[in-house]
């Protein structure tokens, strides 16, 4: 009996043609957007055509065994084709404040890191885009013991509060 037999004989039936169409379909455009780099630091999104689409996103930084966490550290990568406009992430947290922008799309090198060193909680992280035009990106995101992206990681939870 082959496997298809087997499955079909237990109840599990093989997903229908057009089934596997679509989920190949999105699987190719999910990895086109730059989702198929997702893991468990990465926070991939859209923002849509209008100017001020914006994402708001927060990230609670806790201590998981690591030790406590002393900074957030973000950077993004704008994943879209076409140059304008651009992408940037904007953190905050109590009284500080950071800023990064990828200069350039489509490539694989995300924006400079920044980081906010206000110890464990919420952070607030926004995306932002420059103008006008529908932009893909990926979000990473790090929280850890120490000032500046220093120490070793600690645990995080990402919220997408609003997605635009």
Known sequence: MSGAQRATSRGL???????????????????AFGASAAGAHSQPGTLGASASATD??????????SGAPASLVVSILDAS???L????VHVRRASSLATASDDATAD?????????????GAYDVLVAKSGSGAKFYTLEY????APDGGGVHTGSLLTTLQSQ
């Open 13 to 31: 039936a093989r997903p229908c043609s057009r089934m596997r169409g679509v989920l190949g379909a999105a699987l190719a455009a999910l990895a």
């Open 56 to 65: 708001y996103h927060q990230v609670t930084c806790f201590d998981d065994g």
């Open 81 to 83: 084709p076409g140059a």
């Open 85 to 88: 406009p651009l992408v940037s």
């Open 108 to 120: 694989a090198v995300p924006s400079p890191d920044v980081a906010v060193n206000e110890s464990g």
């Open 142 to 145: 790090h929280c850890t013991t």
